[in-house]
Structures are given as structure tokens and as C-alpha cells.
T-cell receptor, first 113, second 110 residues
């Protein structure tokens, strides 16, 4: 049974479109994250939610909007997609916001044409 | 200067070799030093971590931290082809989210 699951795994879309990525965790964790991994494998934090409350909001274009309907779900919506948004987006969860033990999903590979 | 620097590799070694993977960091406030392993087209998974300076051993893996020189190492003994992956160091303070290095790609040749 997958602990952190993301959908879709692959997403190919045109510039200017809007797309969403969904994430669910069944670990009972309080904290969830979105990370972006670029082509050079650099993994960068975007957002973090703790019990549905936004606690980390890094310098990310406001075209990116996270939403946490409950503590088991964290979605990412991206408006007006640009070429530079092409990357692998990873969802992760942790027991709480004070631990460095993160459990990652398998990633959602976004390609913007 | 990036907060965390890693040599991207690839580092290619024969099976059975001892592997040394290294990171340097700039933020002296880092207290916890995590190592994540990422297989191709998978998410990272926590391998091990240490708190402050010193060594920690877990099976074939040893993590070492030298806070005075801001240098982090991961040693793999008797390396196996299944160890082929990208290794990411991730130091952190108690409050901030993890800051990942860009990872070192390791290839262990059978």
C-alpha cells in the first residue's frame, strides 16, 4: 500500500495551460511538502503545510498555488505554465514539521512544450 | 555560494570498493545532517542521519560530520550494484525545511 502517492506520474502540456498535481499520504503525518527537482537534480522546497496550515512558502511564482483540503492531501495547481516549469515535482510528508525524516512520493514529471 | 555543495559525479567504482561521498555547507546553524538515497525515477528515501559532529554507523554505511570544517561524508563499505543511485546530503537546523545538495550519482560496476 503506497505511503505517499502522487497523480499524475507524467504530464505533458502546452505553454499557457493550467494543470494540477494531487498528493495523498496514508501515514497519518501532520506535515506535507512540495519539492521541485530540476534537470540538474537540485531538489528545492516550494511549500509546506502542517495540519492544513501553510508554514513554508518559498520564493515561488504566484502561478503556483498549493491547497490542502485535509492533512492527508496536498495539491498543487499551476497556472499559465511556462517552459521553465518543466521539472519533476515531489510530494513528501513527515510526522511533524520538526523532523527531517521525509517520506517522498515517486514524483510527477511535468513537461511543458 | 550555495548553502550545500556536492560533486555531481558520476562516481564509478567496482563492486566491493569503499565509496566516499562528500558535502560541504556554509550555514553554521545546521545541526542535523541527513543522507537521502534516490534511485532513478524514484523519490528520495532517508538513508541515515547524524546530529552535530561525529560518526554514525549503520551496517555498511557510515556518516561522518566535521562541523569545524563544515564537511559531511558518507562512506559505503563493500559497495554493491544495488547501491547505484544518487546520494543527497541534506543538513538542517531544527526549524527550517531540509536544504538538499544537488546529489552525487554513484555507479557500482559488477
Amino acid at each position: 500500500d503506497t505511503a505517499v502517492s502522487q497523480t499524475p506520474k507524467y504530464l505533458v502540456t502546452q505553454m499557457g495551460n493550467d494543470k494540477s498535481i494531487k498528493c495523498e499520504q496514508n501515514l497519518g503525518h501532520d506535515t506535507m511538502y512540495w519539492y521541485k527537482q530540476d534537470s540538474k537534480k537540485f531538489l528545492k522546497i516550494m511549500f509546506s503545510y502542517n495540519n492544513k496550515e501553510l508554514i513554508i512558502n518559498e520564493t515561488v511564482p504566484n502561478r503556483f498555488s498549493p491547497k490542502s483540503p485535509d492533512k492527508a492531501h496536498l495539491n498543487l495547481h499551476i497556472n499559465s505554465l511556462e517552459l521553465g516549469d518543466s521539472a519533476v515535482y515531489f510530494c513528501a510528508s513527515s510526522r511533524d514539521s520538526g523532523t527531517g525524516e521525509l517520506f517522498f512520493g515517486e514524483g510527477s514529471r511535468l513537461t511543458v512544450l | 555560494q550555495k548553502e550545500v555543495e556536492q560533486d555531481p559525479g558520476p562516481l564509478s567504482v567496482p563492486e566491493g570498493a569503499i565509496v566516499s561521498l562528500n558535502c560541504t555547507y556554509s550555514n553554521s546553524a545546521f545541526q542535523y545532517f541527513m543522507w537521502y538515497r534516490q534511485y532513478s525515477r524514484k523519490g528520495p528515501e532517508l538513508l541515515m542521519y547524524t546530529y552535530s559532529s561525529g560518526n554514525k554507523e549503520d551496517g555498511r554505511f557510515t556518516a561522518q560530520v566535521d562541523k569545524s570544517s563544515k564537511y559531511i561524508s558518507l562512506f559505503i563499505r563493500d559497495s554493491q550494484p544495488s547501491d547505484s543511485a544518487t546520494y543527497l546530503c541534506a543538513p538542517r537546523t531544527g526549524r527550517r525545511a531540509l536544504t538538499f545538495g544537488s546529489g552525487t550519482r554513484l555507479q557500482v560496476q559488477p
